[in-house]
């Protein structure tokens, strides 16, 4: 036979017979033999002797040629067909041995393409015929995937001969979100798969599928790895040779298996489970003498995640793909990965990359309840909050972290500046164990110690961090923290997050209170729970606020001096610590210095110790805190005047001086010394009351003149930082508000004819006489009031402003108002024949309204003019010396002596209506030569 048939598995395996049994063969002079082939065979003659006794010739290629490598040849021993005789005479004979020969060589090799998908691949087999002519050749055809091709849309893993299960999530192959898989295997037995709820083995619930068992005689269902069979099915179903397909599914109650690639056809097993197990995770395994080559599908890709600001730089979501990320011009990396693997399940390793603006730093620290009723949880807790914080972009360019953790009492467990790299913080996070565990809950203490204690420079804080609150909670505090965070926040560099576990509905109003806005509280059931959350939550507490914080600059030079109580520092440092978040020191513009008090005082630093706000708020955060009961603000008043108000200690001539108070209650009253202070031109003194009682007198000791905008009271020390703004606007403002005291005293007004060195009584001059007018007196408690003059005329209903330009001098204080003099240059003209002139201060802007008014009257000297020269100037007349004679005597007609001598005896006003009315007509005529 030719061709031998082998039947394996189920496929046709073709054994090609190349070469049939040779022969030999020897026939005598003069006969012929005839020899074939099978068909598709050809005879070749191996060797082949033309001979005799004497002699004898090779004539193998001889034969070849004349059967020419035919299916069938006949063969004759004679001397035409062999070419000649070698013994003429003597009996000849032909001997050869020869052999059938297939035509067809062997097949040729299967050839995979590139990238597998649904080809066809084809073999031939060559025509080894010498002489060709052998037709067209054989062909055979296969699928690529059945043969085993490598492809783009196959997961290849392979098996070793161990019977130990592997898991294809290192392929990221699992059945979470599937109920069927189809996949090929080539073994020649015992192909297991295992259908896992857990990523193990050896615990949680399985389905195991056992294909081609028992020496690929059974295949079987069971409940568990090695458990009793649901199901079997006998008969063989593997080849080593080719990849076979197999599929199977999980649905509802029934675990199916099946052959081909389409779930559901050609079922060859199904098992009912009542009580149908989770399935998430897919085992494979082989052994008992076979090993075994896989192909699932690589349906496995994984979905990018991008935050704002981020660009893939490198884009790879297949299985094990690496992907890389950067952060957009302009921005840096705060928080997640730059480079990322993908995994099972659609997920990367790592956290989605988080960027911020470049310029944006932020401190953070995490409140965490480590009471009681968190014990259970609080290792696990430790676990979650540490891969968060090592998710974070630990450095001193980016963020810093730190942990306080709170039941009755609070512990600073992690400051700012204690690590410097995620993996350390989070190591040590992770490391944290509760303390006593308390069931008293004083959730406000914790942000105290927050504010007051881990925010500080000395801790790592930095000075233009933003603070961002991470509080994490499971029960309602015993001592509630709203109101105290709300305090906190109204510093806009204070942020606040917040993290409720299982919360009461209690507490989940208290967390979204602290927080502020709904968006900045998150809710949990456990702390794993908060692992699909990391990305939001990092894009909030890793990202700086949209807020802007611009610090005051002002136009003009303010030195200030803080002067404060050596008494609960605690409050007053930070309170002051916060005001430097809002203040430029500039050599330009403001300069600070510090003192402090009990029963003496101190200076803490000059105006010329620091030119930085970030240096001058670390100076007051490092005072230490020892409280003193004795309090003589009036030591620090005069402290801060000797000793920091002085150009050695970097006074500024041009600068206005700011005495700024804080204290609670006092014990000396420091309103003596404050108003000499207020006497100097440019010192300033505000007063920072800490008390819920006795504000007047207090606001009365420090000014007594009623200036009520230099003095500030709040209830208590915690409640400083309340007014931090309204104390801000006023001690950076260059403006000083005056003190709102009217003037009340003016002194009468004083006449001074014009080049003339001393004032005169007269209040009667001749026309075009110019005068001086000057009044002095109070103008109030702003220094910029001046005194105004107004005038009224005979015929003029009410006083008017004077146009003239007044001269004011310089005021000068005197208790709690100013005091200026103000002159005005006036010539009498003919129409001020009468004229009363108004000075006054405190005026609301109309004449006549000040609070502090004052009058003068001028007239301008008279005569009656002859009729015959009414032309003539009163210069001409000699009006003074003859009108003054000429009236003397002229009142004698009537007994001017008598009537002079009753007059006396008369009041002014009496004379005044007497001599109108006992007045006689006269006649007077003036002769002018």
Same mark, same amino acid.
């Given at each position: 036979?030719?061709?031998?048939?082998?039947?394996?598995?189920?496929?046709?395996?073709?054994?090609?017979?190349?070469?049939?049994?040779?022969?030999?063969?020897?026939?005598?002079? @003069?006969?012929?033999?005839?020899?074939?082939?099978?068909?598709?065979?050809?005879?070749?003659?191996?060797?082949? *002797?033309?001979?005799?006794?004497?002699?004898?010739?090779?004539?193998?290629?001889?034969?070849?040629?004349?059967?020419?490598?035919?299916?069938?040849?006949?063969?004759?021993?004679?001397?035409?067909?062999?070419?000649?005789?070698?013994?003429?005479?003597?009996?000849?004979?032909?001997?050869?041995?020869?052999?059938?020969?297939?035509?067809?060589?062997?097949?040729?090799?299967?050839?995979?393409?590139?990238?597998?998908?649904?080809?066809?691949?084809?073999?031939?087999?060559?025509?080894?015929?010498? &002489?060709?002519?052998?037709?067209?050749?054989?062909?055979?055809?296969?699928?690529?995937?059945?043969?085993?091709?490598?492809?783009?849309?196959?997961?290849?893993?392979?098996?070793? &001969?161990?019977?130990?299960?592997?898991?294809?999530?290192?392929?990221?192959?699992?059945?979470?979100?599937?109920?069927?898989?189809?996949?090929?295997?080539?073994?020649?037995?015992?192909?297991?798969?295992?259908?896992?709820?857990?990523?193990?083995?050896?615990? @949680?619930?399985?389905?195991?599928?056992?294909?081609?068992?028992?020496?690929?005689?059974?295949?079987?269902?069971?409940?568990?790895?090695?458990?009793?069979?649901?199901?079997?099915?006998?008969?063989?179903?593997?080849?080593?040779?080719?990849?076979?397909?197999?599929?199977?599914?999980?649905?509802?109650?029934?675990? *199916?298996?099946?052959?081909?690639?389409?779930?559901?056809?050609?079922?060859?097993?199904?098992?009912?489970?009542?009580?149908?197990?989770?399935?998430?995770?897919?085992?494979?395994?082989?052994?008992?003498?076979?090993?075994?080559?896989?192909?699932?599908?690589?349906?496995?890709?994984?979905?990018?995640?991008?935050?704002?600001?981020?660009?893939?730089?490198?884009?790879?979501?297949?299985?094990? @793909?690496?992907?890389?990320?950067?952060?957009?011009?302009?921005?840096?990396?705060?928080?997640?990965?730059?480079?990322?693997?993908?995994?099972?399940?659609?997920?990367?390793?790592?956290?989605?990359?988080?960027?911020?603006?470049?310029?944006?730093?932020?401190?953070?620290?995490?409140? #965490?309840?480590?009471?009681?009723?968190?014990?259970?949880?609080?290792?696990?807790?430790?676990?979650?909050?540490?891969?968060?914080?090592?998710?974070?972009?630990?450095?001193?360019?980016?963020?810093?972290?730190?942990?306080?953790?709170?039941?009755?009492?609070?512990?600073?467990?992690?400051?700012?500046?204690?690590?410097?790299?995620?993996?350390?913080?989070?190591?040590? $996070?992770?490391?944290?164990?509760?303390?006593?565990?308390?069931?008293?809950?004083?959730?406000?203490?914790?942000?105290?110690?927050?504010?007051?204690?881990?925010?500080?420079?000395?801790?790592?804080? *930095?000075?233009?961090?933003?603070?961002?609150?991470?509080?994490?909670?499971?029960?309602?505090?015993?001592?509630?923290?709203?109101?105290?965070?709300?305090?906190?926040?109204?510093?806009?560099?204070?942020?606040?997050?917040? #993290?409720?576990?299982?919360?009461?509905?209690?507490?989940?109003?208290?967390?979204?209170?602290?927080?502020?806005?709904?968006?900045?509280?998150?809710? +949990?059931?456990?702390?794993?729970?908060?692992?699909?959350?990391?990305?939001?939550?990092? %894009?909030?507490?890793?990202?700086?606020?949209?807020?802007?914080?611009?610090?005051?600059?002002?136009?003009?030079?303010?030195?200030?001096?803080?002067?404060?109580?050596?008494?609960?520092?605690?409050?007053?440092?930070?309170?002051?610590?916060?005001?430097?978040?809002?203040?430029?020191?500039?050599? !330009?513009?403001?300069?600070?210095?510090?003192?402090?008090?009990?029963?003496?005082?101190?200076?803490?630093?000059?105006?010329?110790? /620091?030119?930085?706000?970030?240096?001058?708020?670390?100076? +007051?955060?490092?005072?230490?805190?020892?409280?003193?009961?004795?309090?003589?603000?009036?030591?620090?008043?005069?402290?801060?005047?000797?000793?920091?108000?002085?150009?050695?200690?970097?006074?500024?001539?041009?600068?206005?001086?700011?005495?700024?108070?804080?204290?609670?209650?006092?014990?000396?009253?420091?309103?003596?010394?404050?108003?000499?202070?207020?006497?100097?031109?440019?010192?300033?003194?505000?007063?920072?009351?800490?008390?819920?009682?006795? %504000?007047?007198?207090? %606001?009365?000791?420090?000014?007594?003149?009623?200036?009520?905008?230099?003095?500030? &009271?709040?209830?208590?020390?915690?409640?400083?930082?309340? $007014?931090?703004?309204?104390?801000?606007?006023?001690?950076?403002?260059?403006? +000083?508000?005056?003190?709102?005291?009217?003037?009340?005293?003016?002194?009468?007004?004083?006449?001074?004819?014009?080049?003339?060195?001393?004032?005169?009584?007269?209040?009667?001059?001749?026309?075009?006489?110019?005068?001086?007018?000057?009044? *002095?007196?109070?103008? @109030?408690?702003?220094?910029?009031?001046?005194?105004?003059?107004?005038?009224?005329?005979?015929?003029?209903?009410?006083?008017?402003?004077?146009?003239?330009?007044?001269?004011?001098?310089?005021?000068?204080?005197?208790?709690?108002?100013?005091?200026?003099?103000?002159?005005?240059?006036?010539?009498?003209?003919?129409?001020?024949?009468?004229?009363?002139?108004?000075?006054?201060?405190?005026?609301?802007?109309?004449?006549?309204?000040?609070?502090?008014?004052? /009058?003068?009257?001028? !007239?301008?000297?008279?005569?009656?003019?002859?009729?015959?020269?009414?032309?003539?100037?009163?210069?001409?007349?000699?009006?003074?010396? #003859?009108?003054?004679?000429?009236?003397?005597?002229?009142?004698?007609?009537?007994?001017?002596?008598?009537?002079?001598?009753?007059?006396?005896?008369?009041?002014?006003?009496?004379?005044?209506?007497?001599?109108?009315?006992?007045?006689?007509?006269?006649?007077?005529?003036?002769?002018?030569?």
């Amino acid at each position: 036979m030719a061709n031998t048939y082998i039947i394996l598995g189920g496929i046709t395996i073709y054994l090609v017979i190349l070469v049939q049994l040779t022969a030999c063969y020897t026939i005598t002079e @003069g006969s012929n033999y005839y020899r074939y082939c099978s068909s598709g065979y050809y005879l070749r003659i191996t060797s082949a *002797r033309w001979y005799c006794s004497n002699d004898s010739w090779t004539v193998t290629n001889l034969v070849n040629s004349k059967c020419n490598y035919n299916t069938a040849c006949t063969l004759y021993a004679t001397s035409s067909w062999l070419g000649g005789d070698p013994c003429p005479g003597v009996t000849t004979y032909l001997y050869w041995a020869d052999g059938c020969y297939s035509i067809w060589g062997n097949w040729g090799s299967w050839s995979c393409p590139g990238d597998c998908t649904t080809q066809t691949l084809y073999r031939y087999r060559a025509c080894v015929k010498p &002489n060709g002519g052998c037709g067209s050749a054989p062909a055979q055809n296969i699928a690529c995937k059945r043969l085993g091709c490598a492809s783009s849309s196959d997961i290849s893993r392979t098996t070793p &001969n161990d019977q130990v299960y592997y898991s294809l999530t290192t392929d990221c192959f699992v059945a979470t979100g599937r109920t069927s898989v189809a996949f090929r295997v080539r073994a020649s037995n015992d192909v297991h798969i295992a259908l896992g709820s857990v990523d193990n083995a050896t615990s @949680g619930t399985h389905y195991e599928i056992v294909i081609g068992g028992w020496t690929d005689t059974q295949s079987a269902i069971r409940f568990a790895i090695g458990g009793t069979a649901c199901v079997s099915n006998s008969g063989s179903r593997l080849s080593e040779i080719y990849f076979d397909e197999f599929w199977f599914t999980w649905t509802g109650n029934y675990v *199916r298996v099946g052959t081909g690639s389409s779930p559901g056809s050609n079922t060859f097993m199904s098992c009912y489970h009542s009580t149908p197990y989770t399935v998430n995770f897919i085992w494979i395994k082989t052994g008992w003498g076979s090993t075994g080559e896989w192909r699932f599908p690589n349906d496995v890709a994984c979905t990018h995640l991008t935050n704002s600001y981020v660009s893939i730089s490198t884009n790879n979501p297949s299985c094990n @793909g690496v992907s890389t990320y950067a952060c957009n011009s302009g921005y840096k990396q705060v928080a997640g990965n730059t480079q990322r693997t993908c995994r099972y399940g659609d997920t990367m390793s790592g956290y989605p990359l988080v960027c911020a603006v470049s310029t944006c730093y932020i401190d953070i620290v995490f409140i #965490i309840e480590a009471s009681y009723y968190t014990s259970s949880i609080y290792s696990s807790l430790m676990t979650v909050i540490g891969d968060l914080a090592g998710s974070l972009k630990i450095s001193t360019s980016a963020i810093l972290a730190g942990v306080v953790t709170y039941d009755n009492i609070v512990d600073l467990e992690i400051e700012l500046n204690d690590y410097y790299s995620a993996s350390t913080l989070k190591s040590s $996070i992770s490391s944290l164990s509760i303390a006593s565990a308390s069931t008293s809950r004083n959730l406000a203490e914790a942000l105290r110690v927050g504010f007051y204690d881990f925010f500080t420079m000395s801790k790592g804080n *930095r000075f233009t961090a933003f603070r961002h609150y991470v509080l994490i909670a499971k029960t309602l505090p015993s001592q509630t923290g709203a109101t105290y965070a709300n305090k906190i926040k109204l510093n806009p560099r204070n942020q606040f997050f917040t #993290i409720g576990i299982s919360p009461a509905a209690s507490l989940i109003t208290e967390l979204k209170a602290i927080a502020g806005d709904n968006s900045r509280y998150f809710q +949990i059931s456990s702390p794993d729970d908060l692992y699909p959350q990391f990305n939001t939550l990092l %894009q909030k507490i890793a990202v700086c606020p949209a807020v802007t914080i611009e610090p005051v600059t002002v136009e003009c030079e303010l030195d200030i001096a803080f002067i404060v109580e050596r008494y609960n520092l605690r409050y007053t440092k930070r309170f002051l610590a916060e005001l430097m978040d809002n203040i430029t020191i500039s050599s !330009t513009g403001i300069k600070v210095g510090m003192v402090l008090f009990d029963s003496g005082a101190s200076t803490v630093f000059r105006l010329n110790t /620091y030119t930085s706000s970030e240096s001058v708020r670390s100076a +007051i955060e490092s005072i230490s805190e020892t409280n003193h009961t004795n309090r003589l603000v009036d030591k620090g008043l005069i402290e801060a005047r000797d000793n920091v108000f002085t150009a050695a200690r970097g006074d500024r001539k041009d600068a206005s001086n700011y005495y700024v108070i804080i204290l609670g209650r006092f014990e000396s009253y420091p309103e003596a010394v404050a108003k000499d202070i207020r006497s100097m031109r440019g010192n300033h003194v505000f007063a920072i009351h800490i008390d819920d009682q006795y %504000q007047t007198e207090y %606001q009365n000791a420090f000014n007594t003149c009623g200036n009520t905008t230099s003095y500030i &009271n709040v209830n208590s020390y915690e409640n400083l930082i309340t $007014i931090k703004n309204d104390v801000l606007k006023i001690i950076t403002s260059c403006e +000083i508000t005056p003190n709102l005291l009217k003037p009340t005293m003016i002194e009468m007004p004083r006449v001074r004819i014009l080049n003339e060195f001393s004032d005169t009584p007269n209040r009667q001059f001749p026309v075009e006489t110019a005068v001086h007018i000057t009044c *002095r007196g109070e103008v @109030g408690g702003d220094p910029s009031k001046t005194i105004r003059w107004c005038a009224l005329r005979i015929g003029e209903s009410s006083f008017t402003g004077l146009p003239q330009t007044t001269i004011h001098s310089e005021a000068t204080p005197l208790g709690c108002q100013y005091i200026r003099s103000s002159t005005i240059t006036f010539t009498l003209t003919k129409e001020d024949t009468f004229t009363q002139f108004l000075c006054e201060s405190g005026d609301t802007g109309l004449c006549g309204t000040g609070t502090a008014i004052q /009058y003068v009257n001028l !007239t301008i000297e008279t005569v009656m003019k002859n009729h015959l020269c009414p032309n003539a100037t009163d210069a001409e007349i000699h009006v003074y010396s #003859i009108a003054k004679y000429w009236f003397r005597f002229a009142s004698d007609w009537e007994g001017g002596r008598k009537k002079r001598t009753e007059k006396k005896s008369f009041s002014p006003a009496q004379n005044e209506t007497r001599g109108v009315s006992q007045r006689m007509p006269l006649k007077i005529k003036f002769f002018i030569t």
